[in-house]
Nanobody, 116 residues
Framework: QVQLVESGGDFVQTGGSLRLSCAAS????????MGWYRQAPGKERDLVAV???????VYKPFSKGRFTISRDTEKSTVDLQMNSLKPEDTGVYYC??????????WGQGTQVTVSS
């Protein structure tokens, strides 16, 4: 059974930093692309960053330069380092795993709240 478990969400002030982590189990981690998505209140879930199984990274404009996605294949984890946080970064952050451009598995999410 595939499980993705996120951690690291918290309440921070504007300009602060957080590091989210996602631990994967029940999946051949080395073969999967891993992504972080977020859903702000009243909005649809949106891509934050993706790291392919080869290590190629893709960011959205709002995350590029402030966020860094990384993976540790030995530990089957994917992290999202978030710096210079803004109130509009508030939301539930989800970890996802997939192949061929589609995310097949999702975690339960971790809440990030950035106060102004």
């Amino acid at each position: 059974q595939v499980q993705l478990v996120e951690s690291g969400g918290d309440f921070v002030q504007t300009g602060g930093s957080l590091r989210l982590s996602c631990a994967a189990s029940g999946v051949d981690f080395s073969k999967y692309d891993m992504g972080w998505y977020r859903q702000a209140p009243g909005k649809e879930r949106d891509l934050v960053a993706v790291i392919t199984n080869y290590g190629t990274t893709v960011y959205k404009p709002f995350s590029k330069g402030r966020f860094t996605i990384s993976r540790d294949t030995e530990k089957s984890t994917v992290d999202l380092q978030m710096n210079s946080l803004k109130p509009e970064d508030t939301g539930v952050y989800y970890c996802a795993a997939g192949t061929g451009g589609t995310m097949d598995f999702w975690g339960q999410g971790t809440q990030v709240t950035v106060s102004s």
